[in-house]
């Protein structure tokens, strides 16, 4: 599985990436979330709201700083 | 009736009656200096604190319905002057925190939005919104509120149809301009239950990250209220200065806070004498440039266009102080 926290670096996009990493400690999945903060390669992903949470290619969440638990469900 | 709604209801006056006999029974005295600072930051606080939440609630709830991608469809609707208006209009409820500013200004200009278009929605939106109007009405009256809001958004308009005239299509930062992606991401449907969880979760992130403004807002504005000399600020700020507009925008423009955080310092300037338009460019200056945001815009439009838009902003921002000093008599 392929998970990826897209952000600028502000304070809400930092909050998803933790949120997320606890997610995934949570579910006992052996992957590695990536930070992207690359404009360029956030782009392709046509998103304008950040945070954005990524998996396995397909935009799941955009906008919001999800709870771990959310980001659970979408794993 | 209307003037009960605005003292006491969003004024709060009977809370400032109440933290001075509480202050009074704890024996201080409120008309000392020192008392005097107590009372004013106490009762701002709590004052600001309880708009703020409020209205962030109804701010958010009505937000929901415009995340930036709805707002994109509704813009590329309208042509002309209209697409600039309808712009700096969602330009005040779409919400954005700073960082999505680029990700908005690329989705926007890569879905063929004309870069004028963009720009009054990213020059509203800073300046102009919903929890400043109900705020400036609490503290400045329904007036200046309507016309403070309508300022900004002619601000807005006028700004982005003279960068659209300019022709500055080139200035946009050359990733932006040949990425291919048009990738649309449909807006999730919500429920009513969503929304508020939303405007709730807006409410708590919200209040954390402009609670510390506000505290700073109002030290200063209690420090101004009872210990700056009113001849100090009338001199810089009144109507003994013909550059008090000017002065107090440029030092506004770094200048970064939130409008929540920038409202008390301007109360308690226009309670010393500064002029009306004076203040009103300050609040400008200060929410609508900020050395962070224009170091973000920077990475996707060049130099000449950041200097333009500056230099409008600028521009609008003196325009409307000096108007609003022209007719402050009208209004006060």
Redesign the interface.
């Known amino acids: 599985m392929n998970i990826k926290v897209l952000g600028a670096g502000c304070k809400s996009c930092e909050a998803l990436l933790n949120a997320t990493n606890e997610a995934v400690a949570n579910k006992g999945i052996n992957t590695e979330v990536e930070y992207i903060t690359d404009m360029e390669k956030i782009m392709s992903y046509g998103v304008m709201s950040m945070p954005a949470l990524v998996v396995d290619g397909k935009v799941v969440s955009a906008g919001k700083v999800l709870k771990p638990k959310d980001i659970e469900k979408l794993l | 009736m209307g003037r009960f709604i605005q003292e006491q209801v969003l004024g709060m006056k009977w809370l400032n009656t109440l933290i001075g006999n509480l202050l009074t029974t704890l024996g201080v005295d409120i008309s000392s200096k020192i008392g005097g600072s107590v009372q004013f930051f106490l009762y701002d606080v709590i004052k600001i604190t309880v708009l703020l939440c409020i209205l962030i609630f109804g701010i958010s709830y009505i937000q929901s319905f415009f ?3 709805r707002s ?1 469809k509704i813009m590329g609707r309208f042509h002309g002057i209209g697409a600039n208006i309808v712009g700096a209009l969602l330009g005040t409820v779409t ?6 500013s ?3 200004f ?3 200009t ?1 879905a063929g939005l004309p870069l004028g278009v963009t720009f009054s929605f990213l020059i509203s939106s800073p300046m102009v919104d919903l929890g400043s109007l109900v705020l400036l009405m609490s503290i400045f009256g329904t007036k200046i509120a309507i016309l403070y809001v309508v300022m900004g958004l002619v601000i807005a308009v006028i700004g982005g149809t003279v960068i659209e005239k300019l022709h500055m299509e080139d200035q946009v930062a050359d ?2 301009r040949n ?1 291919q ?5 449909e807006a999730p449907d919500l429920t009513a239950r969503d929304r508020a969880i ?1 405007a709730k ?1 807006q409410v708590v ?1 919200t209040f954390k ?1 402009v609670f510390p403004y506000i505290l700073i807002g109002v030290g200063i504005g209690a420090i101004i209220h009872n210990w700056i000399p009113e001849s100090w600020i009338e001199a810089v700020l009144g109507s003994n200065n013909p550059f008090g507009v000017i002065l107090a925008t440029l030092v506004g423009v770094p200048m970064y806070a939130d409008i929540f955080g920038t409202i008390p310092v301007a109360e308690a300037l226009l309670s010393k004498g500064a002029l009306l338009g004076t203040i009103l460019s300050f609040m400008m200056a200060v929410t609508t440039l900020s050395l962070p945001s224009l170091i ?1 815009l920077k ?2 439009i060049k130099p000449k266009l950041l200097g333009t838009f500056i230099a409008i902003c600028i521009a609008g921002i003196i325009i409307v102080g000096y108007g609003f000093n022209a007719i402050a008599y009208l209004l006060v």
């Open positions: 995340p930036p991608e994109r919400p954005f925190c700073s960082c999505s680029i990700p908005i690329m989705g926007f890569s990733f932006i990425s992606s048009s990738v649309d991401i939303y979760e992130s990250k973000m990475k996707a």
